[in-house]
């Protein structure tokens, strides 16, 4: 029993430290994937729509309440890798219940890799 043990654990060594950690998201990829979202949005699509021409994952809880971008600046200087994604920081001109607002700065979570993520920063 005792070698049964030993052998399990090994093996479990093995598989573990032989798995390669994630890639890095790509912080040169990032403000672009950043820009065809927001297009969209800006374009009144769907982040649903995304997934079906540029398989890229998106996430904004002010578009999905169905808030319309006027206007919006990717701070391309402040971008920055977190982690295994990159954080970009966008200022935002929005117009919700027909009222005008912004610009607002948030920021965005991007993966590059292995599946194309943006998702707005629950801080932001």
């Not at 029993?1 to 399990?8: D, G, K, L, N």
């Not at 912080?27 to 950043?34: E, I, N, R, S, Y």
């Not at 954080?87 to 700065?105: D, F, H, S, Y």
């Amino acid at each position: 029993m005792e070698r049964c043990c030993r052998v399990a654990g090994l093996l479990l060594l093995l598989v573990v430290g032989c798995a390669r950690p994630p890639a890095t998201s790509d912080p040169d990829k990032a403000p672009g994937l950043v820009r065809t979202v927001l297009d969209a949005w800006k374009d009144g699509r769907t982040a649903e729509s995304l997934k079906d021409g540029s398989s890229i994952h998106a996430a904004d809880p002010q578009w999905q309440a169905g808030a319309r971008l006027i206007k919006y600046e990717i701070d391309e200087g402040g971008t920055r890798v977190e982690g295994y994604d990159v954080r970009c920081p966008v200022r935002l001109w929005l117009e919700i219940n027909g009222q005008a607002k912004g610009p607002v700065t948030v920021f965005y979570s991007v993966a590059t890799t292995p599946n194309q993520v943006v998702v707005r920063d629950a801080g932001g």
